[in-house]
């Protein structure tokens, strides 16, 4: 279990799992640049937070939801989740002043389309996590909200998912204990990164190449 002082963000999963180098430029040298896809980043999220609770028939929708979790050391907040009556009596958490057992769904807005990687389901599985501990209840299921493609990517939280969910939790503490930033390997992901200018990668990656190539030369004399 993890103290106060001990807790991460739970975005900072996202990052890790996006890039290694990119999550210690943020998390361990509070370092960020912006560019055009994380100023659209913020305005869709500033636009979900705003927005007031909704509460319609079946379902009850609540917004920035704070999350923690002691077991993991995450801490942040939640999109929005939404609370879909539960037909079965036994199934649910309950609501302040509202009947009834109710079955949580968390809801992740991203400003782009689905990635190849996983990195923002890992994100959406850890407040899954979250809310598990919280509420005392399992999640079987959220979704990703991609605004590019103005459609929800469900998303199943099985074993596969949580283990990596969980993994990734273990080496973002390690990597922030540590205090160090993995050197550059620059690939095709580098070029949409908002911390190009800071992280160099194609210099950075030069850089320590060269200066593997000298050590081995060295070596051979």
């Not at 937070?49 to 995450?74: F, M, N, Q």
């Not at 949580?162 to 992901?189: F, I, N």
Request: contains cysteine; aromatic residues 8%; glycine residues 8%.
């Amino acid at each position: 279990m993890y103290g106060e002082d001990n807790l991460v963000m739970i975005s900072a999963l996202q990052h890790l799992a996006f890039c290694e180098r990119q999550c210690a430029l943020i998390h361990v040298e509070q370092q960020w640049a912006e560019n055009r896809l994380t100023v659209l980043g913020e305005l869709l999220h500033e636009k979900v937070h705003s927005a007031i609770p909704e509460s319609r028939g079946d379902l009850r929708i609540a917004r920035t939801l704070k999350l923690v979790s002691y077991r993991l050391g995450l801490v942040g907040q939640a999109d929005a989740v939404e609370f879909h009556r539960s037909d079965k009596d036994a199934t649910g958490v309950t609501l302040k002043g509202i009947e009834g057992k109710w079955i949580p769904f968390p809801i992740e807005y991203k400003k782009g389309k689905p990635k190849k990687g996983r990195e923002d389901e890992i994100q959406l599985c850890a407040q899954a996590l979250c809310l598990e501990e919280q509420l005392g209840i399992s999640i079987y299921e959220g979704a990703l909200f991609y605004g590019e493609k103005r459609r929800r990517h469900s998303v199943i939280f099985n074993e596969s998912l949580r283990a990596e969910t969980e993994d990734t939790a273990v080496r973002l503490h390690a990597l922030v204990e540590s205090g160090k930033t993995p050197p550059a390997v620059y690939g095709p992901k580098c070029d949409n990164c908002s911390l190009y200018s800071i992280c160099n990668p194609k210099l950075a990656s030069f850089a320590t190449r060269r200066g593997y190539e000298r050590m081995l030369f060295a070596e051979d004399k």
